[in-house]
């Protein structure tokens, strides 16, 4: 059980004609989310398999549904978080279990946020920089 490979997408993958290419997958997770790759997803999976869409793609997505409805690919698109996920969120911050200030590493003012993006750009200790928009709290630097 488990994956036997994994490949990054190929400049044909998605064009028609591609029936007897290799040996198709039972799965493929799309995981970019760039247009016209949910197609080639479908493109890849064999009959009856399944396309887990994770790339969460914000542009239109087109492709043929007939290629997906004769061969019965099923596609799934996973929900981020359910209900239950933020109750125990809230449930957690409400019961004191973790301090989420910890995380805020700085705060800014938005005089110096060009220059704090820039600095974010490379590896630091930052993990959390909060944005003051009247410059009111001091900086953590």
């Not at 290799?22 to 493109?43: H, T």
Request: charged fraction near 20%; include cysteine.
């Amino acid at each position: 059980m488990g994956a036997e490979g994994s490949r990054p997408p190929a400049a044909q993958d998605g064009q028609q004609g591609g029936e007897g290419r290799e040996a198709r997958a039972e799965f493929v997770f799309e995981c970019v989310g760039k247009p016209g790759l949910l197609s080639a997803a479908v493109s890849m999976v064999r009959p009856r398999g399944t396309v887990v869409s994770l790339g969460f793609c914000m542009a239109p997505e087109s492709f043929v549904t007939a290629q997906a409805a004769m061969r019965e690919v099923v596609l799934k698109f996973p929900i981020l978080y359910s209900l239950r996920d933020y109750q125990i969120a809230i449930d957690s911050l409400a019961a004191g279990h973790v301090e989420p200030r910890a995380m805020i590493t700085n705060v800014v003012s938005l005089d110096i946020l060009p220059g704090v993006f820039e600095r974010l750009r490379t590896p630091s200790h930052e993990c959390k920089v909060m944005i003051d928009p009247w410059g009111d709290a001091p900086s953590r630097s």
